[in-house]
């Protein structure tokens, strides 16, 4: 969003749609293990980022763990936070469980009062709600809501009895998407079966249910059943295995034959008709060996020094000295530190934009923080503690990340960030191994 349009939200009410996101257990999750919990929230950040621009959001501010966003219209609301939860499921299956953080999502459309950097009304505040009454990876909506984008997105939502939440005088009734785990669980278990329309026998709504626990006692019985037969297997294996020895049957020249045949069926020919290794080597013309891009151990020092005091530009000279930077692993190193120049380039010019009467809303290490430039430097207030100015580029390489993030989500200067920006962060963190 630009700078006219972020005025246009000084002092004024409006209709919006609200979307409020938390983090399921994010302080017992802290305390377990700090380091890997706040690696998964900045990785998750980087992709609810990713997916509120895709869909015209405003984050309005983040809170811890959380975020408040903003949207225009419900239909565009409604699927982004679809597409936050599709997104983050799929990540939940490419990743072990101790890397995976459960987000619930609150959706509300209400009267609210923008005034500067503070959202209030009561809008806002029942969006709060229902969102901390949401299960683990799921989205839940107030009735309101739901009523404006049911027949416009696709999903499955299911209605809710008003529940009391705190400081809400009345029950809320809500429509809640499952998590995708759970949809599928169901999906899977009512597939077995087609029950007559109209009918509450064997195939009516009492005949489902009991048709549900045939099936998930199935399924326990099959997961308690899955190690016995693997046993069993490989019980018969092995004196399959045994048998064949003793028959002579498992004899080297078997499996020379067998690796013959498989080089055969791989090579399309026979061992009649196909030219010998010596021979096709000889027809062939000879190839110059491939360039090998490497760098001496003065240079990687070298390289390491400038790393570490943000000269990415001067890495980038470094390399292109080498003779071999022509080859690809080369050009992909240069290509990352020249990636690095531009967000350093890029994020000093945010940071300028700021004031103190303007700081810029990040996530430092877990806590909510104003930074902006005095000076001599940043200043960071965090927990009522103001710190001393410093350089921008003499900061810690996690911190640098999280003003990145913060000004990706939230310009300074009012002009929407670079295309490049998330990938920007994704070279900062696997060369500084934030992530």
């Known amino acids: 969003m630009d700078h006219e349009q972020g005025e246009q939200h000084q002092d004024q009410r409006t209709l919006a749609s609200i979307m409020f996101t938390d983090v399921v257990g994010f302080s017992k999750l802290t305390a377990i293990n700090e380091e890997r919990t706040m690696r998964a929230l900045h990785r998750d950040f980087d992709l609810i980022f990713r997916c509120i621009g895709t869909f015209k959001g405003e984050v309005l501010n983040t809170m811890g763990d959380g975020m408040m966003v903003y949207f225009p219209s419900a239909v565009q609301c409604m699927q982004c936070a679809l597409d936050i939860q599709q997104t983050l499921h799929a990540l939940k299956m490419s990743n072990p469980p101790d890397g995976v953080l459960s987000h619930r999502i609150g959706l509300n459309i209400g009267d609210i009062h923008l005034n500067g950097r503070n959202t209030m009304g009561d809008g806002v505040n029942q969006a709060a709600r229902i969102q901390s ?247 960071i207030a965090i927990n009522g503690t103001i710190t001393d100015p410093k350089p921008l580029w003499e900061l810690k390489a996690d911190t640098i990340d999280a003003l990145g993030m913060a000004c990706a989500a939230l310009p300074p200067s009012g002009t929407a960030a670079p295309t490049e920006v998330t990938s920007w962060l994704s070279v900062f963190r696997a060369i500084f191994k934030l992530s």
């Not at 989205?139 to 008003?162: C, R």
């Not at 046993?231 to 049957?249: E, L, V, W």
């Not at 009649?272 to 990687?300: D, G, K, V, W």
């Open 133 to 379: 009454m949401a299960k683990p990876d799921s989205i839940k909506m107030s009735a309101e809501f739901y009523k404006l984008v049911k027949d416009k997105v696709k999903m499955d939502a299911k209605y809710v009895p008003g529940q009391m939440a705190k400081n809400i005088p009345t029950p809320i009734p809500t429509y809640e998407v499952a998590a995708i785990d759970e949809m599928l669980k169901l999906q899977a278990a009512e597939a077995l079966f087609t029950p007559p329309s109209g009918s509450d026998g064997p195939g009516g709504a009492t005949g489902r249910r009991a048709a549900l626990m045939i099936v998930l006692t199935m399924i326990l019985i099959g997961v308690a059943a899955v190690p016995v037969y693997f046993i069993s297997q490989a019980q018969k294996a092995s004196k399959t295995g045994i048998n064949r020895f003793k028959d002579g049957k498992s004899t080297a020249e078997e499996v020379r034959a067998s690796a013959t045949k498989l080089k055969q069926n791989l090579g399309g020919g026979s061992a009649a008709n196909s030219e010998p290794p010596a021979a096709a080597a000889a027809n062939q013309p000879p190839t110059e060996p491939a360039a090998t891009f490497a760098l001496t151990p003065a240079e990687i020092s070298e390289l390491e020094a400038l790393r570490n005091a943000y000269d990415f530009d001067g890495v980038v000279a470094l390399l292109q000295k080498n003779p071999n930077v022509s080859a690809p692993d080369g050009q992909k190193m240069v290509g990352e530190y020249q990636a690095l120049a531009s967000f350093k380039g890029w994020l000093s010019k945010e940071i300028e934009a700021t004031t103190a009467e303007k700081p810029v809303a990040a996530l430092l290490r877990g806590s909510q923080a104003d930074v902006h430039l005095g000076v001599g430097g940043v200043i």
